[in-house]
């Protein structure tokens, strides 16, 4: 059997809006609620839906309902599930029609698409508990896989997963970038394990064949421009001489965000799925399917952390300035004084300052990873993202000084 493993992460963030010195201490709304501003996180979802969500939803239920050996597997944040309640809940219909079906697995993470892991244990934990338990609550589905945020991955998170990650939350294995420094020789259509792991195991994102789609399908100026199915299948049948695995791991607004509904990119997805599909031996299986069809074929070590993204596949889009350093090590900083005030209001708007997009719009790269993050971001520089979400750090302290009196005096 030739086998693939199609995985989409769903997300979106809670923006920080154009929050000033002058609203510290006076508007504790950092949220914004301008529709037509820069920064409206109902405007952007409500776009992103239009143009990715609901079509290609449409594309996998139809799938779904002609193809019985059509699987997918998606990992969506809370954050992105509280904004779909909000602005447009049948989305949110539509998910939990597709895991009934028992063809669309849901993957675990953090709740709030954060790099919790790096700065304290117990929230990461914490997160990864309060997002299972919604997946369980809205879908009636136990997440059996995990993703840390960004394909973020280490051999001490791999030590993590095969102990708490096995025993606390059932996680029988992870999701990472097949980074070619670090498997060598080594296909990423296998499954490997971490160093002395008994438990889990790992499933290895194939980065060419899905940043073919993901980010290089549209690129006139790439050699292989026009991406046709018949070249991709032909592609797809060669890789599949280094394993019989092939994990395309993508972001889901590859699917009509990054790449525009004109280019395509909808009529390629539904061709690739019947065309790879004709062929008897060939099947889709979910990420816990595919973590089963065959022993580990080695351990992978990974010493430094490794993600999927920039050219450098490490941590420096979310933490390689002072501007990022000082943000994430003063919010977590807040951490256990936060928790202490028993404030829901102010837990929540802390834990959304967690989500990872703030430092990544702090970042000050050039060339072609500056770009993508200037592309993303909805300030005009790295420094407004910094001041603005240091401004929201200013007023949660005031918050927590406020909170402190008010208990003192009681």
Not at 21 to 38: L, M, P, Q
Not at 138 to 165: H, I, Q
Not at 401 to 410: A, G, I, P, Q
Request: with cysteine.
């Amino acid at each position: 059997m030739r086998a693939i493993c199609l995985y989409l992460h769903v997300h979106q963030p809670y923006r920080v809006r154009a929050y000033s010195i002058f609203n510290v201490a006076r508007d504790h709304n950092y949220w914004n609620t301008d529709f037509y501003s820069k920064q409206s996180n109902e405007r952007i979802f409500k776009k992103v839906a239009e143009k990715s969500y609901h079509p290609m939803f449409d594309l996998i239920e139809g799938n779904i309902k002609r193809f019985p050996d059509f699987k997918v597997s998606m990992s969506i944040t809370g954050t992105w599930l509280e904004q779909a309640e909000e602005w447009d809940p049948s989305l949110i219909e539509q998910v939990r029609r597709m895991v009934a079906t028992g063809q669309v697995e849901i993957i675990g993470e953090t709740y709030y698409h954060s790099l919790a892991f790096f700065h304290n244990r117990e929230e990461f934990e914490s997160q990864v508990a309060r997002h299972q338990s919604r997946i369980q609550e809205l879908f009636g589905f136990k997440t059996r896989v995990f993703r840390d945020t960004e394909f973020a991955y280490n051999d001490e998170l791999g030590a993590w997963l095969d102990n708490e990650g096995f025993n606390k939350f059932g996680f029988r294995g992870m999701l990472t970038e097949g980074w070619d420094k670090v498997l060598g020789w080594r296909s990423p259509n296998h499954v490997y394990r971490a160093p002395g792991a008994v438990n889990t195991r790992l499933l290895l994102k194939n980065y060419r064949l899905s940043d073919d789609i993901a980010f290089r399908f549209s690129d006139r100026g790439w050699k292989e421009w026009p991406l046709t199915v018949d070249k991709y299948q032909n592609w797809l049948d060669m890789d599949c001489l280094r394993g019989n695995l092939i994990n395309l791991f993508m972001d889901f607004e590859t699917f009509g965000e990054n790449q525009w509904a004109d280019t395509g990119i909808f009529e390629f997805m539904n061709c690739l799925i019947e065309r790879w599909l004709s062929v008897y031996e060939n099947k889709f299986v979910t990420c816990s399917e595919a973590l089963e069809l065959e022993e580990p074929a080695d351990e992978v070590s990974m010493p430094q952390t490794v993600t999927w993204a920039d050219t450098e596949r490490d941590l420096s889009a979310w933490a390689g300035n002072s501007m990022q350093e000082e943000a994430e090590n003063i919010l977590y900083g807040m951490r256990s004084e936060i928790l202490e005030t028993g404030d829901q209001r102010l837990i929540e708007d802390w834990r959304r300052l967690t989500t990872s997009d703030h430092p990544y719009y702090m970042c000050t790269k050039y060339w072609n990873d500056g770009d993508v993050h200037a592309y993303f971001s909805p300030y005009d520089s790295p420094y407004d993202a910094f001041m603005y979400f240091m401004n929201a750090i200013r007023d949660l302290q005031y918050r927590l000084l406020n909170d402190k009196k008010k208990r003192n005096l009681s």
